[in-house]
């Protein structure tokens, strides 16, 4: 589980990056605030005309903006941002991993979906993560090794993305990447407290250890230089061969030498799995909410969905005039939560596998009902918040399922000079993935938010492991549209809170008017399965005894969201990067 920053660290990566890095290292420090998210405090708005890049490291954001000033396309720009945020940010996303694209193309006024999930390799089961008793594993017990892997997609997506919409030459789009990773970087405040709060299990692994570890086995300080030799190999190859590069021959035999040899969670990944993969383009799933169209990933995410129903619950009521400060907004936001969260356990996973009733489940009949359940004037009890029955041909119900997710992830958002909008959220799962590491870089446990479980009460689980299947994710990239324009791009890391940070951002926006600096600054507090998460050192604990006294249990603790969002406006671009991590918006 990845942990917040402090504010020392905040402060010390403006240094650092003031100290390593060019011009837009001045406008990084100035942009990563030194504070802690507290209060309803701003971010800072970042303003441009022409293009900009909100993403979770400043080199990464740098990287985007000069393919964007040199004339590159928004999907050019995506593959620079993600090479180079696969090496400063390399517990996060990476080659290894799998992300989701939301692209609206300004010239056919459309939007796009791809999903680059990873799969579940043809030799997985539905046994995968039980032990020999039939008991699920133990969440870490499952996560570090082989076991955990599913075949990579970004790189598919990467290749499918720049076919379809890229300008610059394939090939140049590594080269920022493969620099720094020869020349090396400073390793920010936030990877090295990741490092060390890992311990033993970031050294599970020899390759691993070498990397994050000095020779003495101490790990590695914030300003460490660190160069990655491998990488660069790795970004060259695929830079003169493609996408093929990476899917067959050397670097696929090494990933599934590294998978299937990680001793005694060795896993199941096969040359065939990587030589078979697919980018698949999935139909937006798009809601309306108060004259606005919010549009994101539909399944095998369960995103869009669950922000589509949570929006549809809450239209029902009246936010802006409740205000942001009053108690009933959070009962409603959060039962609204908890009530997407019990349809989306039951029935959402990959529907390539699985039939999922996507339509009956934002159906405005179907939500008009439903909030009927958040008319009342306490939380709900536990016992009042199950599935729905919404309207679906398909003749067969699923069990509840019981995947675990925990913190890691990034979201970057892009727009070019044209108005192309790149809204992407790009993942290895866990902090430092399977923490086998091949190549120069992380492989992912995305396999872990498979259900472990196979069947519940005599009846299968949607989101359970079958061979080929892409695992349930709660991955929100979107793109507000309004009038069939696009109005705002957001999305966020965080597992399972990603739904929740990404639709309290969307009403903060749209019902309580508040700016882009604002809503990704803004305290969280989040309720999935009861009990109500509020972020602990900031205004969101002075929620703590009203929701109480409305009957939830409120836990107070620290809440990781990377929120990054460019709004369109008449006037321009207006961009913001979540303070909790070390991000930023650059743009001219
Ligand atoms: O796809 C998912 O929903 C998760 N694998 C994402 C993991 C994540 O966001 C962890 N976040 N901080």
Redesign the pocket.
């Known amino acids: 589980m990845?942990t917040v920053m402090t504010t020392r660290s905040i402060a010390a990566l403006g240094l650092l990056l003031a100290t390593t890095t060019g011009a837009f290292a001045q406008q990084a420090s100035d942009t990563v605030s030194p504070e802690r998210a507290t209060g309803f405090s701003a971010a800072k708005v970042v303003t441009a005309k022409a293009h900009m890049v909100a993403a979770a490291h400043p080199l990464a954001a740098e990287a985007g903006e000069k393919v964007l000033a040199a004339g590159g396309s928004a999907i050019d720009a995506m593959i620079a941002v993600q090479t180079v945020l696969g090496l400063v940010e390399p517990q996060?996303s990476g080659l290894g991993g799998?992300a989701f694209l939301v692209y609206y193309d300004a010239g056919t006024k459309r939007i796009t979906t791809l999903d680059g999930?990873e799969t579940a390799p043809m030799e997985a089961t539905p046994k995968l993560f039980l032990d020999e008793t039939g008991q699920p594993l133990k969440f870490f017990d499952a996560v570090v090794g082989g076991r955990s892997v599913g075949t990579p997609g970004t790189v598919m997506l990467m290749q499918e993305a720049h076919n379809r919409w890229g300008r610059t030459p394939w090939k140049d789009l590594f080269a920022p990447a493969e620099k720094i990773a020869r020349d090396g970087f400073a390793v920010s405040p936030r990877l090295a407290s990741l490092i060390a709060a890992e311990g033993d299990k970031l050294k599970t692994f020899e390759s691993t250890t070498a990397y994050f570890f000095g020779a003495d086995g101490a790990p590695l300080k914030a300003g460490t230089i660190l160069k990655n030799q491998p990488y660069a190999e790795t970004l060259s190859a695929i830079a003169a061969g493609g996408a093929p590069a990476f899917y067959t021959g050397a670097i696929a035999e090494a990933i599934v030498d590294t998978v299937r040899m990680s001793g005694k969670n060795a896993g199941v990944l096969a040359l065939a799995d990587l030589a078979n993969y697919q980018v698949k383009e999935r139909r937006p799933v798009c809601v309306s909410y108060r004259a606005l169209d919010i549009c994101g990933m539909g399944p095998p995410?369960?995103?869009a969905v669950a922000i589509g129903q949570m929006l549809g619950l809450l239209e029902n009521f009246d936010l802006k005039a409740l205000g942001k400060d009053n108690p009933e907004s959070w009962r409603l936001i959060g039962d609204a939560q908890r009530l997407a969260f019990a349809d989306r356990e039951r029935f959402l996973a990959d529907t390539d596998f699985v039939p999922s009733p996507i339509k009956g489940l934002l159906e405005k009949t179907y939500l008009g009902e439903r909030a009927k359940l958040l008319d009342g004037d306490k939380a709900l009890t536990d016992d009042a918040v199950t599935s729905g029955k919404p309207e679906w041909d398909h003749a067969f119900n699923f069990g509840r399922d019981a995947a675990i997710?925990?913190?890691?992830?990034s979201h970057f958002v892009i727009v070019d000079k044209d108005g192309n909008v790149v809204s992407m959220?790009t993942?290895i799962?866990?902090?430092f993935g399977s923490r086998l590491m091949t190549n120069g870089f992380l492989l992912n446990n995305?396999l872990t938010?498979f259900s472990f479980k196979t069947h519940d009460e005599g009846m299968p689980v949607a989101n359970r492991v079958e061979p080929g299947k892409r695992?349930?994710?709660?991955?929100s990239p979107t793109i507000v549209m309004k009038d069939g324009k696009p109005l705002l791009a957001i999305g966020?890391?965080?597992?399972?809170?990603?739904i929740g940070y990404v639709a309290q951002a969307l009403v903060a926006y749209i019902d309580w008017g508040l700016d882009v600096g604002a809503i990704v600054a803004m305290p969280h507090a989040i309720n999935r399965f009861g009990p109500y998460d509020l972020e602990a050192g900031t205004d969101a604990e002075k929620l703590a005894e009203p929701l109480k006294a409305l009957g939830y249990e409120v836990k107070i603790g620290d809440m990781?969201s990377?929120l990054h969002a460019i709004e369109l406006t008449a006037d321009g671009l207006k961009g913001a990067a979540d303070p909790r991590r070390e991000g930023v918006a650059l743009g001219q």
């Open positions: 990845e996060s799998g999930r995410s369960s995103g997710e925990l913190p890691s992830t959220t993942t799962e866990n902090g995305e938010d695992p349930r994710s709660s991955m966020s890391p965080g597992g399972s809170q990603i990781n990377g």
